[in-house]
């Protein structure tokens, strides 16, 4: 009977752990699902709470105001594609602001050492275009540190440009920078090996010396773009530009002197312009200015994603991407 007995016993043993096993792995299995709900019920909460901000901050401002106001839009910094002060930016809170009706006047706020003369002829054309589409709102241009180059090819479109008179304004001009190597070169014992197809293709290579044609063909260029950085300032400013050649050598000079030669037509700032020019002293900023929210959510949800693909390769029993 004892043997039988110690059997039982056994047996009754082994369906103990086997039972406490099963009920253990059920219980993990029951918190881990409620760590999960509790993780997703957080990060849907959490999203939503970003997506709220982002419709907050997209709708304040702009539109906020029910009486009549001022349009600012900024252009700031170096004129590029990829910059704050790209043409697609600029023109997007321009077109923005002459198509919003309780918008009485548009204020392109300038601070920038210039750039690309290609974004910069792109804003002055749609410049000109949305003053001839909508005649009865003024676009006035406000110059605050600096307006150069490219800066001032873009508001030379704009009815009037008003200044502080310690602005430096113009640089009217083209330019081309670079670095020559070959007398370092020979001082080093550096052979260049360049291959092309096509005779030109290696033009202007640091490393090469500059040819007489090289140099000619670039300097050709530089006049054309020059010239037509001319022809659209001439249009731009008309009969307030006074003549004097120096303004197209690249100089540039203080506001005050700026408003001598024409390039500048009166003193002011965005907030003087807009109470006692535009007479709208209310002020809506309408550049398009980069959603840091977006991307956060963008990027909040990309790690969670991640998070959650990790999680589930972890777990032997769940669906994984391999």
Known sequence: MEPKQEQSETGQAWERSVL??????????????????????????????????????????EKALAGKYTALIELDGEIAPDSPASADAVISGLRAAFEEKAAV????????????????????????????????KPCYAVVTDVCASGCYYAVAATDRIYANPASLVGSIGV???????????KKLGIERRLLTAGENKGMLD????????????????????????????????????????????????TGAKAKELGLVDEFGSAGSVAREVIGAEEIVDFTVHENLLRRLAERFGAAMGRSVATELRLQGSRPAVR
């Open 105 to 136: 006047g548009v204020i392109l706020r300038a601070n920038s050492p210039g750039g690309s003369p290609v974004q910069a002829a792109a804003i002055y054309d749609e410049i000109l275009r949305l003053r001839e589409k909508y005649p009865d």
């Open 20 to 61: 406490e096993k099963l009920a253990t792995a059920s219980l993990n299995e029951a918190r881990k699902a409620r760590r999960w709900s509790i993780f997703f019920k957080l990060f849907f909460a959490v999203y939503l709470l970003i997506l709220l901000l982002m419709f907050m901050a997209g709708n304040v401002g």
């Open 206 to 253: 640091p490393f090469s010396p500059l040819d007489t044609k090289s140099r000619r063909h670039a300097q050709k260029m530089l006049g054309e773009i020059h010239q037509q950085f001319i022809d659209a300032v001439k249009q731009g400013r008309g009969d307030a530009l006074k003549k004097d050649r120096e303004i197209f050598s690249g100089l540039f000079w």
């Open 175 to 185: 330019l081309m920078d670079g670095f020559g190597f070959v007398e370092g070169m």
